[in-house]
T-cell receptor, first 116, second 120 residues
Framework: EAGVTQSPTHLIKTRGQQATLRCSPISGHTSVYWYQQALGLGLQFLLWYDEGEERNRGNFPPRFSGRQFPNYSSELNVNALELEDSALYLC???????????????FGDGTRLSIL | AQKITQTQPGMFVQEKEAVTLDCTYDTSDPSYGLFWYKQPSSGEMIFLIYQGSYDQQNATEGRYSLNFQKARKSANLVISASQLGDSAMYFCAMRDVPNAGGTSYGKLTFGQGTILTVHP
């Protein structure tokens, strides 16, 4: 089965521009998660979408937003880019079974966003 | 709030030896899941092993096993018979159990990671 796919692999932008990152989950997975991995800061949770709705949001400013489409793919949009937004952005997908916690999140290869 | 602590920034091990990567966690939730991921230099995150908070047995997956000590809030990863391909960053992560409302849970909280280097 195909894994989580992310595009583009690399994205170079300048300060103030807007970036759009895309993610296709594993077939059958309804939940999509976005994480930011900036140098020295580890993996930080950004957003969680399930069944087309935003379920949870990490401690990031509103210029980080996204959506999930009917086919469960997702977009992450970052507006008014700042130098500190340079990072690897990882998308993950999973199934959700209420009352259980053993479904792992499967990650894509990430989009490396560089702000010049 | 949940917190994961990995106190070993870097570890070295000889090929074919075993190595233990430490992970301690803090949560007030009675039910949670613990996960370990491997991140090679290429960047992808690879799921290795899962331990549930109510599991009676320590999890094992091939050469990976978890030394889960609930009272001490630790979930150390043991890699047996290390291979050169095991050289990577390793992350410990925790997740709450999704509630009936399906909100506010599901995210993974990660530790800072441990870089493992396997020497020939």
């Amino acid at each position: 089965e195909a894994g989580v796919t992310q595009s583009p692999t690399h994205l170079i932008k300048t300060r103030g521009q807007q970036a759009t990152l895309r993610c296709s989950p594993i077939s059958g997975h309804t939940s999509v998660y976005w994480y930011q991995q900036a140098l020295g800061l580890g993996l930080q949770f950004l957003l969680w979408y399930d069944e087309g709705e935003e379920r949870n949001r990490g401690n990031f400013p509103p210029r980080f937003s996204g959506r999930q489409f009917p086919n469960y793919s997702s977009e992450l949009n970052v507006n008014a880019l700042e130098l500190e937004d340079s990072a690897l952005y990882l998308c993950a997908s999973s199934v959700i079974i209420l009352g259980t916690d053993n479904q792992p999140q499967h990650f894509g290869d990430g989009t490396r966003l560089s702000i010049l | 709030a949940q917190k994961i602590t990995q106190t070993q920034p870097g570890m070295f091990v000889q090929e074919k030896e075993a190595v233990t990567l430490d992970c301690t966690y803090d949560t007030s939730d009675p039910s949670y899941g613990l996960f370990w991921y491997k991140q090679p230099s290429s960047g992808e995150m690879i799921f290795l092993i899962y331990q549930g908070s109510y599991d009676q047995q320590n999890a094992t997956e091939g050469r990976y096993s978890l030394n889960f000590q609930k009272a001490r809030k630790s979930a150390n990863l043991v890699i047996s018979a290390s291979q050169l391909g095991d050289s990577a960053m390793y992350f410990c992560a925790m997740r709450d159990v999704p509630n009936a409302g399906g909100t506010s849970y599901g995210k993974l909280t990660f530790g800072q990671g441990t870089i493992l280097t396997v020497h020939p």
